[in-house]
């Protein structure tokens, strides 16, 4: 990933990401699931769409019949191969053989060199991202497609049924954590449908979804500069069973804490599970307000 302040913005909220395992692909086999997932994206006929994993390519061949153009990211060596011979007269279709995460997304969406006349600013294109997403990179990649929203406006992703439970929770409930508040914090949440192991080629031990993530981020109406409040989130749910008091205490002084959860009207002894993202909003403005050494308050 090019090194900018998006990337640097990903890396702020990203924990350290586990060793990568060996490729253990499950192939999504059923022509009526793939149809789903593409459905999931509208209409795509004038747009760029962006494939994560196309495999063997069951989403692929469906998606270039439709898209303008199909960028398919595939890390396997042998798969990509295929991939290529596949579509070779399919003009629409790039396969790029790469792992994702490591993907600069500037270079591959951003203006080209020549492109612009000095003092214009090109509008990127809105691209559409469609996978299906390894449960190790699941969180490190949408956070990437986050933090380089300015290219991307739809994700359609299939992950692990609970990790789609996780992105879709409300506040209030267990599975509500800093993916979640993550993910919501940049786009409306839509937890579409299940696939049952079946689906897929062979099949995995779990449960898989769909999920729809709208990019309609929410720092403005929040009031709040983003490095820094995701470092608040990052902060507030860093042991999980831990109070918000205890998790702030350790970077806030416990006289401004105290009267920042009053002014805010926050219980010191809720879970950061508990709190609504305009609720955590609030409490970080009072606190970077009343805190001249704490960033981030609009």
Not at 85 to 106: C, Q
Not at 118 to 142: A, D, K, M
């Amino acid at each position: 990933m090019a090194h900018s302040a998006e990337g640097n913005v990903a890396k702020t909220v990203s924990s350290s990401r586990p060793s990568k395992p060996k490729l253990g692909q499950h192939f999504l086999t059923g022509s009526a699931s793939a149809q789903r997932i593409v459905d999931a994206l509208g209409d795509i006929s004038q747009n760029t769409v962006l494939e994560i994993g196309p495999g063997r390519g069951a989403l692929t061949s469906l998606l270039a019949r439709k898209a303008r153009r199909l960028i398919a990211v595939e890390l396997d060596r042998v798969l990509s191969a295929q991939l290529r011979m596949k579509f070779s007269l399919t003009p629409n279709v790039e396969i790029i053989e790469a792992d994702i995460l490591a993907l600069d997304f500037d270079s591959i969406f951003g203006p080209k060199p020549g492109s612009t006349r000095p003092g214009l600013e090109l509008t990127p294109e809105r691209i559409h991202v469609v996978g299906n997403l390894p449960y190790y990179i699941t969180s490190e990649l949408l956070l990437c497609l986050f933090a380089y929203r300015k290219y991307f406006d739809l994700v359609v992703v299939m992950v692990q049924k609970e990790v789609a439970d996780r992105l879709a929770a409300k506040p209030g409930g267990a599975e509500y954590g800093l993916l979640s508040a993550t993910a919501q914090l940049y786009g409306r949440v839509e937890r579409l449908f299940t696939l049952a192991p079946g689906a897929f080629s062979p099949p995995p031990k779990v449960d898989s979804a769909v999920v729809r993530i709208t990019i309609e981020p929410k720092l403005d109406e929040l009031r709040v500069a983003e490095a820094p409040f995701i470092d608040f989130l990052r902060l507030s749910f860093g042991q999980k069973r831990k109070t918000l008091w205890n998790n702030l205490r350790e970077n806030y002084d416990t006289k401004v804490l105290r009267a920042a959860m009053e002014k805010s009207k926050v219980d010191p002894g809720i879970r950061a599970e508990a709190l609504s993202l305009e609720k955590s909003a609030a409490l970080f403005r009072t606190l970077a307000n009343g805190n001249p050494s704490t960033p981030g308050a609009k």
